[in-house]
Structure formats: structure tokens, C-alpha cells
């Protein structure tokens, strides 16, 4: 069995939409479907945002469960200019090396250095200045500490991540915040109405972010169900 991971639902939902005979449950904060991802039985788990909670989740799957490879999959952002929103990157300072070979028969897809921060970096400036201090290329909250976990147990991973914002885009930090309640891993429409009537300027660029997520999201899902047809059967 496989685990596929995202840190958030909205990452996961078309690929959960694709399982067959799903059993959904939740062990803490750990969010878990069992299901049938094309003829593969697979765990979907949703660990959270940010590095702590998703270590505290990656420790729990392993508990509960014994996936033979992990995929940690969802959006990133782009730290240099020449990835584009929705492309998919596979992280080459990450990913398992066992992971490598089944790679070369996909295509859609570039390989990045990640980096994981325990913030957005949310205008060109400071991702400018993240990447020259870590060399990377896409930046996540999560990708490090999850890699740590499963690496400790010496099993195939591999980090996957669709572009959602840009190196030139300005992100309206404070209404995604507002949107988004990470601790229980739900939106909160009222609160982000409420920032966004009493902060307009914002509207735009949440509104610009937020309607780039559904192709974003599409993209990822066709390489992970690429990517889900391509690895051993014995995974």
C-alpha cells in the first residue's frame, strides 16, 4: 500500500474523488481515507500545515499503518522566475533514490530543489532573498519534516508539488489566514469576509490566488494518477 499525503483537503480532493470503496475516518488530527486509487489500495492522509503538525501526523500514519512507499503531494511556490503557476515539480534533494527509475516513462513534470519554511514567503522579495540563503527553488511548509519521518524508516518517498504561486506574485497573507483555520484544517468564510470588507485592497489578489488553484490542482492529480500506474505493484 502506498500513502499518498497532502497537507490540506482542497490538495487532496480530486484524487479522493477518484478512490473507489473509500472508508474515511480520523485518528486525532489525522485525517485517513482507505480506498482504491485505480487498482491500488492506498491510504490518502491529510497531515496538516506546517512543519510541526505535519511530523506529528507522518509519526502517527506510521503508528497505524504500514505504507511501503510515501508520496507527499500539494501545492508550492515558486522561488525562482521561470516555473509557472500550475507546473509540476518532483523534488531531486528529497526524493528517494528507489523512486528515480519509475520517473523516466512520465512526462508533464520538472525536477526542483525544495525548501521548507515555516512561513509564506509571500512577495518577490523574500523569496529572492530564501532562495539565495537555501539554493532552492520551490518552497513548501512541510516537505522537510515529512521526508525525516519517512526516511527513518527507510521506505521510498517521493515530494511532489504543483506551482500555485508565482516568484513575482504578492500574496494577501492576512486573508489567506483568515480563510483558513490550520489547526482544525477548515475554511472560515466568515472570518475571511470579514478581512476582506474591511480590507478591499486585498480582494484582488486573494481572488487572483484562489482562482489559480483549480488548475493547479488538476495538473497535480493527472501525475499523481500517472504516477499511480507507474510504480510496482508490489508497492
Keep these: ?22 472508508e474515511s475516518f480520523s485518528i486525532g488530527g ?18 496538516g500545515m506546517g512543519q510541526d503538525r505535519a511530523r506529528e501526523n507522518t509519526q502517527k500514519i506510521f503508528s497505524f499503518f504500514r505504507p511501503k512507499a510515501f508520496v507527499l503531494a500539494g501545492y508550492g511556490g515558486a522561488l525562482v522566475e521561470p516555473l509557472k503557476a ?21 512526462s508533464g513534470f520538472d525536477f526542483a530543489s525544495f525548501s521548507t519554511a515555516d512561513e ?7 523569496r529572492e532573498a530564501y532562495a539565495r540563503k537555501t539554493k532552492g527553488h520551490v518552497v513548501d511548509m512541510e516537505t522537510a519534516a515529512v521526508a525525516d519521518v519517512v526516511h527513518a524508516r527507510q ?3 517521493m515530494a511532489v508539488r504543483s506551482i500555485s504561486d508565482t516568484y513575482h506574485q504578492v500574496l494577501p497573507v492576512e486573508a489567506l489566514m483568515a480563510g483558513f483555520d ?7 468564510p466568515l472570518r475571511l469576509l470579514w478581512r476582506l470588507a474591511t480590507h478591499p485592497a486585498e480582494f484582488a489578489p486573494f481572488k487572483k490566488f484562489v482562482s489559480g488553484l483549480g488548475p493547479t490542482r488538476r495538473n497535480l492529480t493527472s501525475f499523481l494518477v500517472q504516477l499511480n500506474e507507474e510504480l510496482p505493484r508490489g508497492w
Excluded at 1 to 22: D, N, S, T, W, Y
Excluded at 30 to 47: E, I, M, Q, S, Y
Excluded at 120 to 126: A, G, I, R, Y
Aim: a positive charge.
Design 120 to 126: 509564506l514567503k509571500d512577495t518577490p522579495q523574500k
Design 155 to 157: 521506505i521510498p518517498f
Design 1 to 22: 500500500m502506498i500513502c499518498f499525503a497532502f497537507p490540506l483537503r482542497h490538495e487532496a480532493g480530486e484524487v479522493l474523488k477518484r478512490c473507489r470503496q473509500q
Design 182 to 188: 490550520p489547526a482544525k484544517g477548515r475554511a472560515t
Design 86 to 106: 500550475g507546473q509540476v515539480v518532483i523534488s531531486n534533494n528529497f526524493t528517494s533514490e528507489q523512486v528515480l527509475p519509475f520517473l523516466r516513462l512520465l
Design 30 to 47: 489525522l485525517h485517513c481515507t482507505l480506498g482504491n486509487f485505480g487498482n491500488r489500495p492506498v491510504l490518502v492522509a491529510l497531515v
